[in-house]
């Protein structure tokens, strides 16, 4: 028989009763008028309690013994034919009753399964709590020894960093060790600012911990497990909003750190690409130098030729002397006397042209050699004057990284100290000008020995005139031509000489401040890394 259908028993149409959660309803039929059925009623309803009833109580013992008792009155009745009305009305007592049973029945049997179920899910969020906590208290455990360590390594980094400071201080890097001091500083305030915000977090992290501990071990019953779930989540929700804005704050970190080291690499490209044409331009400076150098030997070996000049002037002097004491005398010998003399002045005049002839050679040499360091010197000066302004570039970005006035101080008793030692330079320069300021009295003796010579040739010019000793005279016009533009050269080698001193003056201050500025952006990029590695740590660790 399908659910829903009853069986007729005693001209009744009694339905099955309805189990909760069915789609069928309870309802009582009406009587038929005829009996259907091999069991008695009182066998059926005993088979139907007892394969609804999985709970059977006291209430249903007691209607089994009323059953049994009423069917014992039945049949001892039933001789005496007792009316048909009684019994029916009787039976559908008895089926009133055993329905309101049957439903208290069901509804206990719903209201035990709901429980149950609750039960369960109470359980089962109770150990996925559990789990929770324990899982966050082993991940703030975790995190508690990674700052730990955190810690303790930039206690010994900063240790280090102080006592790297402290040997760079005895080495007499005292704006470098001040500027590391302040960025020291600065770090260490930064780092512990970020390990007490940490320190904190982890505070009130396991304050909230201890608090869903105690609120999940008071858990007694099974109603306020929903507030306190409520609660749970909203812990964690504040957690997690605590991290992700550590985490915001970690990034900006970050991103402070890498601006800041990419800004240091230029401005480190820039000094090393600085110190690189630094490196070349003094170079070319010391080449230049070795010139000037090798130009005063020459001018000193041009010099020790002169030097013999006033000897081969008053030489000459006396015999031209003698030549013209010879041409006032009368002729003694006749017409040999003249060609004798003659003779006499061509070859001296040879010995004295070999001898301007290497004089000469110097002071083309001397020429060429001006006119070359004229040329380095015009592209020193142009290399010095971008190198200077590239150099007061740098300056004002080294200043705006905050020299202190210790180091503006170190850095002027360096340049005192370059300044003295290009003294000796200085004098050296002062020297090489006294002895080309010596060329001109030089020039001016032979300009006297070619009036004289110039003198003897007009008086005897009527008597036998001379082409090679013309050619001797036209080669010391010349020559007295070279030595005034030797002269103007050395002028002009002496001006740039002392523009040459000035700019290496310079340069030697200029390459010190880089020197400086290199150290300090050199220490100050160390730190940055450490620093950004100790944070890629904590990022990693967090």
């Known amino acids: 028989m399908g659910r829903g259908v009853g069986k007729r028993e005693a001209g009744l149409y009694r339905p099955w009763p309805r189990v909760p959660g069915r789609s069928s309803e309870m309802k009582w039929g009406r009587p038929t008028g005829s009996y259907c059925g091999d069991a008695s009623p009182s066998a059926n309803l005993a088979r139907h309690l007892r394969a609804r009833d999985p709970f059977p109580g006291d209430g249903t013992h007691r209607l089994r013994h009323e059953d049994r008792r009423r069917r014992k009155t039945t049949e001892g009745f039933l001789p005496a034919r007792r009316s048909h009305q009684d019994f029916s009305r009787q039976r559908e007592e008895l089926g009133q009753g055993l329905q309101g049973v049957e439903q208290k029945v069901q509804s206990l049997q719903a209201t035990f399964g709901t429980f149950e179920s609750l039960v369960r899910s109470s359980q089962h969020k109770h150990d996925l709590t559990e789990k929770a906590v324990k899982q966050g208290e082993s991940e703030i ?204 002045l061509q070859k001296e005049s040879q010995g004295l042209d070999s001898r301007l002839q290497s004089v000469e050679d110097g002071v083309q040499a001397a020429r060429a050699a001006s006119a070359r360091q004229g040329e380095s010197l015009e592209a020193l000066r142009a290399q010095s004057e971008e190198q200077a302004r590239r150099l007061a570039e740098l300056q004002e970005r080294v200043a705006g990284l905050g020299p202190d006035a210790d180091a503006k101080g170190g850095l002027a008793g360096t340049v005192r100290g370059l300044g003295e030692a290009q ?18 009295g030089a020039v001016e003796a032979l300009q006297k020995v070619q009036e004289q010579v110039h003198t003897l040739l007009g008086r005897e010019a009527t008597a036998v005139p001379h082409q090679d000793l013309l050619d001797r005279l036209s080669s010391l016009d010349n020559l007295r031509a070279s030595v005034g533009q030797v002269e103007s050269d050395l002028k002009m080698l002496r001006t740039a000489v002392d523009s040459l001193v000035a700019y290496s003056v310079k340069i030697e201050t200029n390459e010190n401040n880089l020197e400086s500025a290199k150290g300090l952006l050199e220490d100050l990029r160390n730190d940055l890394d450490r620093l950004f590695v100790k944070v890629e740590k904590i990022h990693e660790k967090v």
């Open 141 to 344: 455990n975790r995190i508690s020894e990674v700052l730990q360590k955190l810690q303790n390594e930039i206690l010994k980094d900063l240790s280090d960093g102080i006592h790297v400071v402290k040997d760079a201080r005895e080495r007499d890097f005292t704006s470098l060790e001040n500027t590391v001091e302040e960025r020291l500083t600065e770090l260490t305030k930064s780092i512990n600012d970020n390990i007490a915000i940490f320190t904190d977090v982890q505070k009130r992290s396991q304050k909230e911990i201890n608090d869903v501990k105690a609120k999940v071990a008071s858990l007694e019953d099974s109603e306020g497990y929903k507030q306190d779930l409520k609660a749970l989540k909203e812990v964690v929700k504040e957690i997690q909003t605590s991290v992700k804005s550590k985490e915001k704050d970690m990034e900006a970190l970050r991103s402070a750190i890498q601006t800041m080291e990419s800004d240091v690499y230029t401005e480190v490209k820039e000094l090393v690409s600085l110190k690189q044409e630094q490196q070349r331009f003094k170079e070319a400076a010391d080449s230049e130098h070795h010139t000037l150098q090798a130009l005063t030997e020459k001018i000193l070996r041009a010099e020790e030729s002169a030097a013999h000049l006033p000897e081969e002037i008053r030489r000459l002097e006396e015999e031209l002397g003698q030549l013209k004491a010879a041409a006032l005398r009368p002729e003694e010998d006749g017409a040999f006397r003249p060609s004798e003399a003659f003779e006499t």
């Open 423 to 440: 003294l000796s330079l200085a004098g050296d320069v002062d020297e090489l000008k006294r002895r080309v300021a010596e060329l001109p």
